[in-house]
């Protein structure tokens, strides 16, 4: 039975057989297998000798040809590939958590956790407020009776009034009191990134409160002291971001090594303070 299955097998490779061949003639080319009359029929001499052209023909591929006549800009075409890359990543992570933080605002505002109310203003209120210009428009208009909303809230502190989210010319901030306070509450590495870059609930992200107030928005110092902290975390997820990660991955990374460690933020950051 083995040796008909056997044969069976050599019927089935037979043209595998005579294609390789070609080559195990060149490497054994005193073998008694080549003594056999089919290797000395024409046909199998013009296909020998088709194969053995082709060999010598065979085409480098286009990259391979790159990279041996141009291996600078090789190079740096690989390195542009690799940046384009991670910034269509980073876009794409900071569209996402924005479409995240949009839906959780909406949800509020049907939800009713959020009330408020819309006052119409009269014309010439509007019309003294606003500019006159060539490009107004009704959604101009509206935006102007918008900015008139107020929230029905119990009285709270004028800046407590400000929509949470929403910029402010910095002139409008007290250098005495915070703009926002860091969360105490938060445990992981995904809730430091997610307040860093979208912010919790409807409060600012610190990324968006860093790029309109600088350090203004923190003036105490237990803020700064926790600023500082959280830092540490954020510049490590790019860190590693631009290493080759994603930032997705680096924030998994660094909660992996948080949770391996039994650390707390606090802890993960004095960690990372000394591998620096």
């Known amino acids: 039975m083995a040796a008909q299955g056997f044969l069976q097998l050599l019927n089935q490779l037979r043209i595998i057989l005579l294609q390789d061949s070609v080559l195990l003639q060149a490497q054994f080319p005193r073998h008694s297998m080549w003594?056999?009359?089919?290797f000395a029929r024409e046909d199998y001499t013009a296909f020998a000798e088709q194969i053995r052209q082709s060999l010598l023909c065979t085409e480098t591929p286009q990259e391979i040809q790159l990279r041996q006549t141009l291996p600078i800009i090789a190079d740096r075409l690989s390195v542009l590939q690799k940046d384009i890359h991670q910034a269509v990543d980073l876009h794409g992570y900071q569209a996402h958590e924005q479409l995240r933080k949009i839906s959780r605002q909406l949800h509020d505002l049907l939800s009713g956790h959020v009330t408020f109310a819309v006052r119409a203003m009269d014309a010439s209120i509007i019309e003294a407020r606003t500019p006159v210009s060539d490009s107004f428009t009704p959604s101009s208009q509206l935006a102007a009776c918008l900015s008139e909303a107020s929230y029905l809230q119990p009285p709270v502190d004028k800046q407590q009034l400000l929509p949470q989210g929403i910029d402010t010319p910095s002139s409008l901030l007290s250098p005495s009191r915070s703009l926002y306070s860091l969360s105490r509450t938060i445990q992981t590495v995904p809730e430091v990134w997610r307040e860093w870059i979208c912010g919790l609930g409807?409060?600012?992200?610190?990324?968006?409160?860093?790029?309109?107030?600088?350090?203004?928005?923190?003036?105490?110092?237990?803020?700064?002291?926790?600023?500082?902290?959280?830092?540490v975390i954020i510049d490590e997820i790019y860190a590693r971001y631009g290493k080759g990660l994603s930032l997705d991955t680096a924030v998994e990374e660094l909660e992996l090594v948080r949770c391996r460690g039994k650390l707390s933020l606090y802890q993960l950051t004095r960690l990372l303070s000394k591998a620096r």
């Not at 600012?204 to 959280?230: D, K, N």
């Open 35 to 38: 003594d056999d009359p089919i």
């Open 202 to 231: 409807a409060n600012p992200s610190v990324q968006s409160l860093e790029r309109s107030y600088g350090a203004t928005w923190r003036p105490s110092s237990r803020e700064r002291v926790m600023f500082c902290r959280r830092k």
